[in-house]
């Protein structure tokens, strides 16, 4: 049983290797940009609209929702981020009910590489939104004291982002491929249909935990 799809090895030639986490990553990215192509190349204004282009306004619209509801500030400047972490996590998730797939998310290093994203998101649009004196001030509030106090929460609650997301999902796994083991007959269905419930909440609390720190780096005293 492979803990981390780091583990499967497809190609290696010295230190350069091919996992499953590579693969599987570029997969998604195919499928996404692939889709994202098919739906909207005949976006249209009209009243009657492709289910496609209505399932994805659907989307956008409770993107938008999520954001403003969270934030409290206008959605469309956080919406092409955010909304991209949702989907890819979403849909790298949702694609573990496919025999032989290996959702990437399930990878220390691909979890990493999206907290590492919000971490200098944050920054990004908090130095856009305030200018970079009134952002940076706000390491020195209430009191410069608190400074290297500060930086150690920065870093920890990327470390969070990075830890929940590989736990939840590697977890999920392991605990299907048991219950698997124990009655094949019976569960299959069952963990399929967790696995897409809790790939989905995987991604939305991971987007949700995104608005939230970029509003409080965004925020305007």
Do not use: C
């Not at 200018?131 to 390491?139: A, C, E, N, T």
């Not at 009655?183 to 249909?193: D, R």
């Amino acid at each position: 049983m492979n803990i981390s799809p780091d583990q499967i090895i497809y190609w290696q030639m010295g230190f350069v290797s091919i996992n499953a986490t590579l693969v599987f990553t570029w997969l998604v990215m195919l499928l996404l940009g692939i889709g994202s192509w098919l739906v909207t190349r005949h976006l249209s204004i009209e009243t009657k609209l492709s289910r496609w282009q209505n399932l994805l306004e659907i989307l956008v619209i409770n993107l938008q929702e999520q954001i403003q509801e969270t934030s409290g500030q206008p959605p469309n400047r956080y919406l092409p981020f955010v909304g991209t972490l949702f989907i890819f996590i979403a849909t790298a998730n949702l694609l573990a009910i496919i025999p032989l797939y290996e959702p990437p998310t399930g990878s220390l290093s691909t979890t990493s590489a999206l907290a590492a994203s919000v971490f200098f998101a944050v920054p990004f649009f908090g130095i856009r939104q305030q200018g970079i004196s009134r952002y940076l001030h706000q390491y020195l509030e209430p009191s410069p004291i608190l400074l290297p106090f500060t930086i150690i929460s920065e870093l920890s609650r990327t470390l969070a982002l990075t830890v929940r997301l590989f736990g939840n999902v590697m977890s999920g796994g392991l605990i299907g491929a048991i219950l698997l083991s124990l009655a094949p007959l019976f569960f299959p269905m069952i963990m399929q249909a967790l696995g897409l419930l809790t790939g989905i909440i995987q991604a939305y609390v991971f987007s949700i935990l995104t608005v939230i720190y970029i509003s409080a780096a965004s925020h305007e005293n």
